[in-house]
């Protein structure tokens, strides 16, 4: 089993920021990518970015349109901790966040690609 753990959640206002993280712990794969996913009640859990594994340090990043220009997802494999820098936020942006990782070598965004997710982070972001 993995155990992804988020953190950094919170209220912001528009146009504020914010840093989540995420650690993932027990057996962790040995190539892995991570992703964030998002929900609101009521509605499908929503890919973010992701990112994928990397031996020489040279990650793959891709983002949702809605994101893209704002937010920045990077990952510090030796702390098996990927990081999610929200910038210029919205009042759309207010969702559950979710991290989750797949083993393997590409970069995913399907939610039904990913093998493992965390418990959520509320980000609210008032307007």
């Known amino acids: 089993q993995v155990q992804l753990v988020e953190s950094g959640g919170g209220l912001v206002q528009a146009g504020g920021s914010l840093r989540l993280s995420c650690a993932a712990s027990g057996r962790t794969f040995s190539r892995y990518a991570m992703g964030w996913f998002r929900q609101v009640p009521g509605k499908e859990r929503e890919f973010v970015t992701t990112?994928?594994?990397?031996?020489?340090?040279?990650?793959?990043?891709y983002y949702a349109d809605s994101v893209k220009g704002r937010f920045i997802i990077s990952r510090d494999g030796a702390k098996n901790t990927v990081y999610l820098q929200m910038n210029s936020l919205k009042p759309e942006d207010t969702a559950v966040y979710y991290c989750?990782?797949?083993?393997?070598?590409?970069?995913?965004?399907?939610?039904?690609?990913?093998?493992?997710w965390g418990q959520g982070t509320q980000v609210t972001v008032s307007s």
């Open positions: 990112i994928s594994w990397s031996d020489t340090r040279t990650y793959f990043t």
């Open positions: 989750t990782i797949k083993q393997g070598l590409g970069y995913y965004s399907k939610r039904d690609e990913y093998d493992y």
